[in-house]
């Protein structure tokens, strides 16, 4: 079966900390022997291969600046509640 993953959060390296439950879910269904493709936002820390463990990655770039990387990855909430304020222009 092929399956879209679109999530705002995923590890973007070995040992980050973000999302790894994310990750293991996903993992756990690639090896199922299902094909996954995981739409997540760029990020200027990103440091993924194109494909890892059966998972195709698809970073969507949706800033005008490529190091400009606010939303998703827990950045885009102040204090986990509300939105930050430099975010409402983008």
Do not use: C
């Not at 997540?40 to 969507?60: C, K, L, M, Q």
């Amino acid at each position: 079966m092929r399956i879209l993953v679109v999530t705002s959060s995923y590890p973007r390296y070995a040992g980050d900390p973000t999302a790894p439950f994310i990750e293991s879910l996903v993992e756990h269904t690639a090896r199922l022997g299902h094909e996954i493709h995981l739409v997540v936002p760029e990020h200027r820390d990103w440091n993924r291969a194109a494909s890892e463990n059966g998972i195709t990655f698809h970073p969507y770039r949706y800033s005008p600046v490529k190091n400009w990387t606010p939303w998703g990855f827990s950045q885009s909430l102040a204090g986990g509640t509300r939105l930050r304020n430099s975010l409402y222009g983008l």
